[in-house]
C-alpha cells in the first residue's frame, strides 16, 4: 500500500498537477480579491462575490482532473542556444512521430544510460536501468527492438547515431543518463530519429528513488506515444507490470545482475548474497527466485562448482520461479538450460520451444535453441526463422554470432560459417570466441593449412588455458603428430570436452583422425548418450570421421542414431 501512495504522490509530482493546484491558487486569490474590491463599486448584486468564489471552488477540482488527464508542460522561458534548441524541438513530450515507413514495423536500440552519479560505485543503477527499459519495450510486437548485448558494443562509442542506425538498420535511437545521488533521482532519456540524427523529444525525470518505478515506465510510454504504436491489452499491463515494487529489493536485484554479468565466483558469490537480501524483505518473488537460478547455472558453466549439487540447487529456484508464475517463458528457459548441462538435449529444445511460444522474442532461448536444433538435432532447417530473429535483434553480441556460425556450418554454408566465426572473434574483448570450432570448419572445406595457422593464432595469444590445450591437441592431430597430440590433452580438457555438449562431438573427430579408434567409438557412444542425434554430420559430412565410418560399431550406432534423427524431424513436421 504505502509503495502504492509513493507511485501515485510520484505521478501527481510528473505530471505538474502541484504546479497546477499552486498555479490556480495564487490566480483564484486574486481573482477573489478584485472581486471583492471592484464589484461593490459597480452597483452588482450582494450574490455576485459569492457566486465568482462558488465558480473558483467548484474550477479546482476540475482544473487538477483536466491537469492529470493532458499533463500540462509548460515551455520554459528563456533563449536557448542553437543546440539546446535542436535538442529541445519537442521539448517535454512525446508527439506523434510522422514516418514515411506506414505499415512497416518500427525499430529501435536503447543505448547504454550514462552513469552521471558522483559515486562510480553506483554505475549499475544506470546500466540496470537500461535493461529494464529495453526488457519492457522488446514485449511490444510491433517494435523491433536491439538487444541489451548488441547495445552494449555501443558504450562509450565514438560513432555518431546516423553510424549506429545504419549498422544495426534501425529507425530510431534512445539514449540518457542517469544521476543517483543518496535517495535523490534524475534520469533524462531523448528519442533521436537515426537517419536525420533529430532529436524528437527529450524529457527530464526529477525524483527520488522510489519513484524509479514510474520513471522507467513513463519512458517506455512517451516512445509507444511517440511511435504511435498500438499496445495490446497484455502489453499495456506489462509495461504497468512491477516485478519489484520496493527499492530497497531492486537495489539488490540490479547490484547482483552486475556481478552475474561479471562472472567468477566472487562476484557469483556477492550477487547470490544481494538476491538472498532482497528476498529477506520481499518474501517470495519469481525474479529474484530467477536470479538465484541463473547464479546456480553460470557457477556450473564457468566452473566455478560444476556438480550435479550445483544443477539441482538451480532446478529448485528454477521450479519455485514456475510456481508463482507458471507462464513466465524464463522458467523453461533456465530449465532447458538444466537438461543442457545434464545432456539432455531434446529435453532442453522443448522447453525452449516451449519459452518462445510466451515470448518469441525471448533472447537466450533463440540462442541456444537455433544450437539445439543446428548441432545436436542435425536440423538446422527448423531454425531458419529463429536465425532470422536474432539477427534483427541480436547481431552484435559474440554468442550469438558463434551460434550462427554453427547453424551455417550444420547447414553445409562452410564460408558464411568462417565469416560468422570471424565477426565473433572481432566483436570479442574475452578471447573465448577465438576458438578450435572455426579450424575444424576450415578442415572440412580442405583448407588444413589455414585451420592449423588459426590454431597457432590461438596458441600464442594464450587467452584461455584449456582453449590453448584444445587447439595444440587438435594441431598436432592435423600435423599426424599423435604423441605430441595426446601430450596436449590435459585433464582439464578431457574434462571439459567430456560436459560440453558441442565439445563431446569434435573431440570423438580428433580421435578419429588420430586412429584411436576405441577412443573415437566411447566418445561418440557418450555423444549419443548425451541426445546427439545429429545423423547428417556422423554417417557422411564430418570428414574427419572417415577413419572410423567402416567399423561394424559405427554403423550399428548410425542404425539407432538415423531413427531418432528421423523421429525429431517428424514430431516438427520436417522430411527426411
Excluded at 536470479?291 to 562448482?305: R, T
Excluded at 554453427?406 to 565473433?424: N, P, V
Excluded at 539407432?560 to 527426411?576: I, M, S
Aim: glycine residues 6%.
Amino acid at each position: 500500500m504505502a509503495s502504492r501512495l509513493l507511485g501515485f504522490l510520484a505521478e501527481l509530482r510528473r505530471r505538474k498537477v502541484y504546479h497546477v493546484a499552486v498555479a490556480y491558487a495564487v490566480v483564484s486569490a486574486i481573482v477573489a480579491g478584485a472581486a471583492n474590491d471592484f464589484l461593490p463599486r459597480l452597483s452588482a448584486p450582494d450574490w455576485a462575490v459569492g457566486f465568482i468564489l462558488f465558480l473558483l471552488l467548484i474550477g479546482f477540482p476540475i482544473a487538477l482532473v483536466l491537469a492529470w488527464a493532458y499533463e500540462v508542460r509548460p515551455e520554459e522561458p528563456g533563449s536557448l542556444g542553437p543546440s539546446e534548441n535542436a535538442a529541445l524541438r519537442f521539448p517535454q513530450s512525446a508527439a506523434p512521430i510522422p514516418t514515411s515507413n506506414v505499415g512497416q514495423r518500427k525499430s529501435i536500440v536503447v543505448l547504454p544510460f550514462d552513469s552521471m552519479s558522483p559515486d562510480p560505485g553506483d554505475a549499475y543503477f544506470a546500466d540496470g536501468l537500461t535493461e529494464e527499459i529495453t526488457s519492457g519495450l522488446s514485449h511490444l510486437r510491433s517494435l523491433r527492438v536491439i538487444s541489451r548485448n548488441s547495445a552494449l558494443v555501443f558504450k562509450s562509442t565514438p560513432k555518431d547515431v546516423r553510424a549506429i542506425g545504419r549498422e544495426l538498420d534501425v529507425q530510431y535511437v534512445l539514449e540518457g543518463s542517469v544521476r543517483k545521488a543518496g535517495n535523490d533521482l534524475r534520469i533524462t532519456a531523448q528519442l533521436i530519429d537515426a537517419i536525420s540524427d533529430e532529436h524528437l523529444w527529450t524529457e527530464k525525470y526529477d525524483g527520488v528513488l522510489e519513484d524509479v518505478f514510474v520513471m522507467q515506465e513513463d519512458v517506455s510510454r512517451s516512445i509507444v506515444d511517440a511511435l504511435q504504436l498500438t499496445l495490446r491489452p497484455e502489453e499495456d499491463r506489462q509495461l504497468a507490470e512491477r516485478p519489484i515494487e520496493d527499492v530497497r529489493v531492486l537495489d539488490c536485484y540490479l547490484k547482483a545482475r552486475s556481478d552475474m554479468m561479471a562472472g567468477g565466483g566472487e562476484h557469483l558469490q556477492r550477487a547470490l548474497h544481494n538476491l538472498k537480501m532482497g528476498a529477506e524483505v520481499l518474501g517470495e518473488s519469481d525474479i529474484l527466485y530467477q536470479g538465484m537460478a541463473e547464479v546456480h547455472l553460470l557457477s556450473y558453466e564457468y566452473g566455478v562448482k560444476q556438480d550435479e549439487e550445483t544443477l539441482q540447487h538451480a532446478e529448485e529456484f528454477a521450479n519455485l520461479m514456475a510456481s508463482l508464475r507458471p507462464d513466465s517463458p524464463h522458467s523453461h528457459y533456465l530449465r532447458g538450460r538444466i537438461e543442457r548441462f545434464r545432456s539432455n538435449s531434446s529435453g532442453a529444445a522443448v522447453h525452449w520451444e516451449r519459452a518462445l511460444a510466451l515470448d518469441p522474442n525471448h533472447l537466450n532461448s533463440l540462442v541456444w535453441l537455433v544450437a539445439a536444433y543446428s548441432i545436436q538435432a542435425g536440423r538446422p532447417s527448423l531454425a531458419d526463422a529463429l536465425v532470422h530473429r536474432l539477427s534483427e535483434i541480436d547481431p552484435l553480441t559474440p554468442l550469438t554470432v558463434f551460434v550462427m556460425g554453427m547453424y551455417h556450418w550444420m547447414a553445409g554454408r562452410l564460408e558464411a560459417a568462417t565469416s560468422a566465426f570471424d565477426k565473433a572473434v572481432a566483436l570479442d574483448t574475452s578471447g573465448i570466441f577465438l576458438h578450435p570450432h572455426a579450424a575444424y570448419a576450415l578442415v572440412w572445406q580442405d583448407k588444413r593449412e589455414d585451420a592449423v595457422d588459426l590454431l597457432d593464432r590461438i596458441i600464442e595469444r594464450n587467452a584461455v588455458p584449456f582453449l590453448v590445450d584444445w587447439a595444440a591437441f587438435l594441431k598436432h592431430a592435423l600435423q599426424g603428430d599423435k604423441a605430441s597430440a595426446m601430450a596436449a590433452l590435459s585433464d582439464e580438457l578431457r574434462n571439459y570436452c567430456w560436459f560440453d555438449p558441442e565439445a563431446q562431438w569434435l573431440a570423438t573427430s580428433t580421435f578419429s583422425v588420430l586412429g584411436e579408434k576405441d577412443e573415437a567409438r566411447r566418445w561418440l557412444h557418450h555423444c549419443l548418450d548425451c541426445g546427439w542425434i545429429n545423423y547428417p554430420v556422423f554417417s557422411s559430412q564430418d570428414p574427419l570421421l572417415e577413419n572410423v565410418r567402416e567399423e561394424e560399431w559405427f554403423k550399428d550406432m548410425m542404425s539407432g542414431v538415423k531413427t531418432d534423427w528421423d523421429a525429431f524431424g517428424a514430431e516438427r513436421g520436417v522430411d527426411a
